[in-house]
């Protein structure tokens, strides 16, 4: 079975750091992109930052970036987001996606995490 | 980086059709990449990708979607309406130097 396990979403102050990861299964994880969505409570998506197989291209969204780092480890079949200098409006359920495009990012995703959750809060 | 524009709400009864709009730029949805895509979110659930590549289906979504782009703009359109399809409908497309880009969300809602 394909899936996508978030953790390490938690509770932190204004200017902390948190980690995220997500463990994937039932897929070659080296053939395809990955991301981080997110989604704010009762908001709409916002993509935050995606990377290709080998990490060779990787994107951010302008809200994040200088802020959030994403990585991959193909060896452990793993994707992460570390996030640096957190802020009110980065609360929020982040999802992992797989894209759906063998090789370079197509940016159609087809196989999503549960999400974890970050809430940012003084 | 400004969401892409959809219409808040569309509505219609069951059996009929209905079409969401997606305006973007020439830097997303209207670039020569081809990478629009489409998502169905209901409540408390992760989204579920209904159309990628413009108008191409992945396995096992209803062929009563279809997608289609002109110019800066993407569409979604939902033949045979069912009271399942009751959810929230987004677009998505790549918008260059490796990002991408949603659309501000549309609630479908079955009459």
């Known amino acids: 079975e394909v899936q996508l396990v978030e953790s390490g979403g938690d509770f932190v102050q204004p200017g902390r750091s948190l980690r995220l990861s997500c463990a994937a299964s039932g897929f070659t994880f080296d053939d395809y992109a990955m991301h981080w969505v997110r989604q704010a409570p009762g908001k709409g998506l916002e993509w935050v930052s995606g990377v290709r197989w080998d990490s060779v291209t990787i994107g951010y969204a302008d809200s994040v970036k200088g802020r959030f780092t994403i990585s991959r480890d193909n060896a452990k079949n793993s994707l992460f987001l570390q996030m640096n200098s957190l802020r009110i409006d980065d609360t929020a359920l982040y999802y992992c996606?797989?894209?759906?495009?063998?090789?370079?990012?197509?940016?159609?995703?087809?196989?999503w995490g549960q999400g974890t959750t970050v809430t940012v809060s003084s | 980086q400004s969401a892409l524009t959809q219409p808040a709400s569309v509505s219609g009864s069951p059996g009929q059709s209905i079409t969401i709009s997606c305006t973007g730029t020439s830097s997303d949805i209207g670039s020569r990449y081809n990478y629009v895509s489409w998502y169905q979110q209901h409540p408390g659930k992760a989204p579920k990708l209904i159309i990628y590549g413009v108008s191409s289906r992945p396995s096992g979504v209803s062929n009563r979607f279809s997608g289609s782009k002109s110019g800066n703009a993407a569409s979604l359109i939902i033949s045979g309406l069912q009271a399942e399809d009751e959810a929230e409908y987004y677009c998505s497309s790549y918008s260059g130097r490796n990002t991408g880009i949603f659309g501000t969300g549309t609630k479908v809602t079955v009459l």
């Open positions: 996606a797989k894209d759906i495009g063998y090789g370079d990012p197509h940016y159609g995703l087809d196989v």
